[in-house]
């Protein structure tokens, strides 16, 4: 199983990426091992979606990290219509 997951950093940064085991990527997040996010102070979780194949979730992890900062967030909160609205205006 893979996990595409988005953190928030306190700067109000956005991290896209997957896993395979969510609890270990946090941790290594959270220690400071990672390049981007070792910057921040805090990070936390916003959201995941799961999918059996790598392939799946890299190629879901490539269209987010396209997406504009707003279209991000509507998706965080679950926004469909927000969504909606988004896509069409690019």
């Known amino acids: 199983m893979w996990i595409l997951y988005i ?7 956005f991290y896209v990426g997957i896993t395979g ?10 220690g400071r091992y990672e390049i981007y996010t ?5 990070i936390d979780l916003v959201y995941k979606e799961y999918y059996d194949f790598r ?6 992890e490539k269209q987010i990290k396209g997406w504009s900062r707003e279209k991000k ?3 965080i909160a ?10 069409k205006s690019k």
């Open 73 to 75: 967030k509507a998706l």
């Open 78 to 87: 679950g926004d469909i219509d927000k969504l909606k609205e988004l896509s």
């Open 7 to 13: 953190l928030l950093g306190d700067k109000d940064f």
């Open 55 to 60: 392939a799946d979730a890299e190629s879901r």
């Open 38 to 42: 070792k910057r921040f102070k805090e």
């Open 21 to 30: 085991n969510i609890e270990k990527r946090l941790k290594r997040h959270r």
